[in-house]
């Protein structure tokens, strides 16, 4: 079965730090660009990252300078650090596979579930 | 950065009839647009990809038509699991990967 499982949510300070991570298994994992999607609580979707298959990173201009996205492919996994959370970052993360391989602009096929992410002091 | 606009916000068909829901683009995307289905506590779902094709496992009743900056999705005879929040995305110009703010589709 494709599927992609997040964890590492929480609850952290403003200012503090957080690692996320998604794990992948049912299909080559390396092949696929992977993407972090958050969403608000009551709130739409909001594009967060992406990362290539060969290691291409792209942010959006909200998370740029404090979100790094990376892959370990050799472990199925992809990851979000996030430095100097803010309030506005709470959020459900979700991560988010492209539907053709080595593509990078295309719709987003496979989903995780999701993983809860509140920034309060 | 392309912004993405739904209409309407909320939308109350009666199950059964047809439910047609808009997704406009502040500038041309060409066919790369998605629509995604979102229920309350779950992920959202592919159902829809360059503009009009149909995911895999999503039944005929969907249909999308559009190009360019104006797009839209149909459900034709609605089904009790059909209500939901849609959202359209644009993956022609990115980042970012934009995102409409969504239709909720609600039973009347």
């Known amino acids: 079965e494709v599927q992609l499982v997040e964890s590492g949510g929480g609850l952290v300070q403003p200012g503090g730090s957080l690692r996320l991570s998604c794990a992948a298994s049912g299909f080559s994992f390396s092949t696929y660009d992977m993407h972090w999607v958050r969403q608000a609580t009551g709130k739409g979707l909001e594009w967060v990252s992406a990362i290539g298959t060969v290691g291409d990173t792209y942010y959006s201009g909200s998370v740029k300078g404090r979100f790094t996205i990376s892959r370990e492919d050799a472990k199925n996994s992809l990851y979000l650090q996030m430095n100097s959370l803010r309030a506005e970052d709470t959020a459900v993360y979700y991560c988010a596979r492209e539907r053709i391989t080595r593509t990078l602009g295309e719709a987003f096929d496979i989903w995780g579930q999701g993983t809860m992410v509140t920034v309060s002091s | 950065e392309i912004v993405m606009t739904q209409s309407p916000a909320t939308l109350s068909v009666s199950p059964g009839e047809r439910a047609t829901l808009s997704c406009r683009a502040s500038?041309?995307?060409?066919?790369?647009l998605a629509w995604y289905q979102q229920k309350p506590g779950q992920a959202p779902r592919l159902l829809i990809y360059d503009a009009s094709t149909r995911a895999t496992g999503i039944p005929a009743r969907f249909s999308g038509i559009g190009s360019g900056t104006e797009f839209t999705l149909t459900i034709f005879s609605l089904q009790s699991e059909d209500f939901a929040v849609y959202y359209c995305q644009q993956y022609n110009n990115w980042p970012p990967y934009s995102f409409g703010q969504g239709t909720k589709l609600e039973i009347k």
């Open positions: 500038q041309s995307v060409s066919s790369s």
